[in-house]
């Protein structure tokens, strides 16, 4: 079940094995291993796993991904917001982003609550540094 939902969840957020292998600091190689079952992640990689794919370890290593849905932002009718800076619109969904965004939350969603709060002022501040 594991090997499975780790691709389905992985195409389902739109990532490429490179990304998420990049993001875990391992090969890419052993990514695909876990993908078809070849080797199994450390209970640290899945805690990692997990927090890409904003899931439980408990939902990763029983439950059928397909019961999920919109965990990495993924919406057939995405959301439109307007860019503070440019005044253009956009789509916030996960598919529609480059590489470099979806490597940040990837690496974002592994930090402690503590450390996303502080990411989060700061980069309030440089909107707001933008918009005077």
């Known amino acids: 079940m594991l090997s499975q939902n780790l691709k389905i969840f992985r195409k389902k957020c739109g990532f490429t094995q490179k990304v998420i292998a990049d993001s875990l600091n391992i090969d ?18 899945l805690c990692k796993l997990s927090k890409i794919f ?21 919406n057939d009718n995405p959301p439109i917001y307007r860019s503070r800076t440019s005044g253009q ?20 969603r592994q930090l402690p ?16 540094h933008q918009e005077d």
Request: proline fraction near 3%.
């Open 113 to 128: 609550e503590s450390q996303k709060r502080e990411i989060t002022k700061m980069i309030s501040g440089f909107l707001r």
């Open 28 to 45: 890419r190689s052993t990514y695909t291993y876990y993908e078809t079952g070849k080797s199994s992640p450390t209970i640290e990689t």
């Open 54 to 74: 904003n899931v439980t370890i408990d939902d990763l290593v029983t439950r059928p991904a397909s019961a999920f849905s919109n965990n990495c932002l993924l």
């Open 89 to 108: 619109e956009g789509v916030t969904a996960m598919g529609m982003l480059n590489t470099d965004e979806k490597k940040l939350i990837i690496d974002y």
